[in-house]
């Protein structure tokens, strides 16, 4: 299976985590998503997409949802149904609540252009996600129970772009890894687990480099 796109997209980082965490080897190839070949592959032209004997799969959570019934085991959800939600739960949260509001703060970085009413509103937003992921998290020190599963794999590669995006450059905006006491516990499990832990470092320094990049155009 070859997965395209690149490791400093949080997307691409979900499905390589949740990949990594099942013991499922993926081949990571460079994509450049508007080129008429990588569209051919996917018309929706985003990354990544995952390429299975010649056919495609978008979107990084439904590759999840392939990766895990292609080789249920060991299975990248908690045992009980219940567990299973949950951790479905604080992926669907991070991809409609925080993903918008985190990226409303890329256009802000610059002091001088800063639009202080959309810091405000997307600062409001964010607070609102942490009392969403503390509510719907399972017991520790992973978002559900004692193992990494899906919800893991959608949270840290953002809470991590969080801390490089908007923490860094708004000092004035909390870090919940570091005010909040669950997702405290949460990313010191995190920071602390032989796959998440590298992987998160490598997703980091590949962000800021890309972050660099854009910012020099």
Known sequence: MKLYGA??????????LFAKIKGVEL????????SPEYKALNPI????????????????????????DAHPTPSGLPA?????AQS???SRVVDLY???????????INPETRDAAVVAASTAELEKVWVYLEKFMGDGPYAVGDKPT?????????????????????????????SNPRLKVW??????????????????????QMMRYFQKK
């Open 7 to 16: 490791l400093a997209s949080p997307f691409v980082a979900r499905a390589i």
């Open 27 to 34: 081949e990571l190839a460079a994509a450049s998503p508007s």
């Open 45 to 68: 032209g985003k990354i990544p997409a995952l390429e299975v004997d010649g056919k495609c799969i978008a979107e990084s959570e439904v590759i999840c949802e392939y990766i895990e």
């Open 80 to 84: 009980d149904a219940f567990g299973r």
């Open 88 to 90: 479905r739960m604080v």
């Open 98 to 108: 925080l993903s918008p509001a985190a990226g409303k703060f890329a256009r802000q």
């Open 150 to 178: 899906l919800g893991d794999c959608t949270l840290a590669p953002y809470m991590k772009m969080s801390q490089i995006l908007v923490f860094a450059n708004f000092p004035e905006i909390s870090d919940p890894t570091q």
């Open 187 to 208: 990313w010191d499990a995190i920071q602390a687990d032989p796959i998440f832990g590298p992987t998160i470092e490598e997703y980091g320094v590949a962000f800021e």
